[in-house]
């Protein structure tokens, strides 16, 4: 991938300005999931763009108010998973909607109201990873959740070696990578992996630096940590990125050196990997306000790339990659909450300005 052949576009705007939405892509729609708005009250609605079109579709609200749920669609359904509902503490609400059908249900709820939750799909079926109690105590949960012909199934797993919530999970070659995470205010380090063949829990050595608000992301190769804010708060915002090569198993070491250090320091940002490349977008820099720099890391070559910047500066921003793009949806500005909209593709295809 060359910088040069890659450009931000604007996109048409979301319904309402929107922060802490959940966002996942299915059959060409990229799906908007529940949020906060601009008075921080969670909402329940939907919308999905058609990234053909390049138009938003408004469709059913889900029938509970949330902000950042586990959301996935898989199988003609979008499956959405408890969140922060309209109390500002954890819902146990499960819900799913027939896309075909432009319809919710309520299943069966969570046996515990849950926010904060890592996941990923695998096999069409939700994985959750940990999470954030009603008691604000963090959980040790890894559990799977499956539609069958017989309806939803929960299935257990053991649970992690260490209770957390706001942690990453990625799955790659049969194992679940989870990384990172709080227990309450505290950053916690702890890199563990699930091998699914063994059923078993391998502890692998813990992230080098504490922060909050940082970005992970995985390559063919690496486990990667960027940014976020040190755990003294007044200490600002980190450049710090950390790199673990995964061909090492749990018998490696993390590197990291002030040559591969994020260009731009910034917490509460964007990220997604490209080509075995890792992009940061936006986020929030030392000067207490939203930022509009995105840079390009090559682990490989261990070098960065200062790319153009996004159109807006903004912070808290919903994000996915796929169908080759990468689209960030509303977020903070200076102004407050934002509507805004935009994909980050190779230039001969980008999209007319929004």
Not at 120 to 129: A, G, M, R, S, Y
Request: glycine share 10%; with cysteine; charged share 20%.
């Amino acid at each position: 991938m060359t910088a040069a052949s890659y450009a931000w576009t604007s996109l048409p705007s979301l319904d309402a300005a929107r922060v802490y939405m959940s966002v996942s892509f299915y059959d060409g729609l990229v799906y908007v999931v529940g949020g906060c708005d601009e008075m921080g009250q969670p909402v329940s609605s939907l919308e999905a763009f058609d990234i053909a079109s390049k138009a938003w579709i408004k469709l059913r609200n889900m029938p509970t108010k949330r902000a950042a749920p586990i959301v996935a669609a898989f199988d003609g359904k979008i499956v959405a998973i408890g969140g922060v509902g309209s109390t500002q503490a954890p819902v146990d609400s499960v819900e799913l909607y027939n896309i075909g059908e432009n319809k919710w249900k309520r299943l069966q709820a969570l046996s515990e109201p849950l926010m904060g939750m890592a996941s990923f799909l695998k096999d069409n079926k939700v994985h959750i990873f940990g999470g954030m109690g009603v008691d604000t105590n963090p959980r040790d949960h890894f559990k799977c959740f499956a539609i069958g012909s017989s309806g939803e199934k929960w299935q257990a797993f053991p649970p992690m070696p260490s209770p957390r919530y706001s942690a990453q999970a990625f799955y790659k070659n049969s194992k679940a990578y989870v990384i990172g995470g709080r227990q309450g205010k505290i950053p916690v380090c702890a890199f563990e992996v699930f091998d699914y063949d063994l059923r078993v829990w391998v502890k692998y050595p813990d992230i080098l630096s504490k922060r909050v608000f940082l970005c992970y992301a995985m390559t063919d190769n690496f486990i990667i940590t960027l940014g976020g804010l040190k755990q003294t708060a007044q200490q600002g915002f980190s450049d710090t990125c950390e790199m673990y090569c995964l061909d090492q198993c749990n018998k490696g070491e993390w590197q990291t050196n002030k040559r591969i250090a994020i260009p731009t320091k910034r917490g509460d940002f964007v990220s997604c990997t490209i080509d075995n490349q890792v992009l940061v977008a936006g986020g929030l820099g030392n000067g207490g306000k939203p930022i509009s720099s995105v840079e390009l890391f090559d682990p490989e070559t261990r070098k960065w790339k200062r790319l153009s910047d996004m159109p807006r500066a903004h912070s808290t921003c919903g994000s996915i990659f796929c169908a080759g793009k990468f689209f960030v949806f509303g977020g903070i500005t200076e102004e407050g909450p934002s509507s805004t909209c935009e994909v980050f593709e190779l230039a001969e295809t980008s999209a007319t300005s929004g």
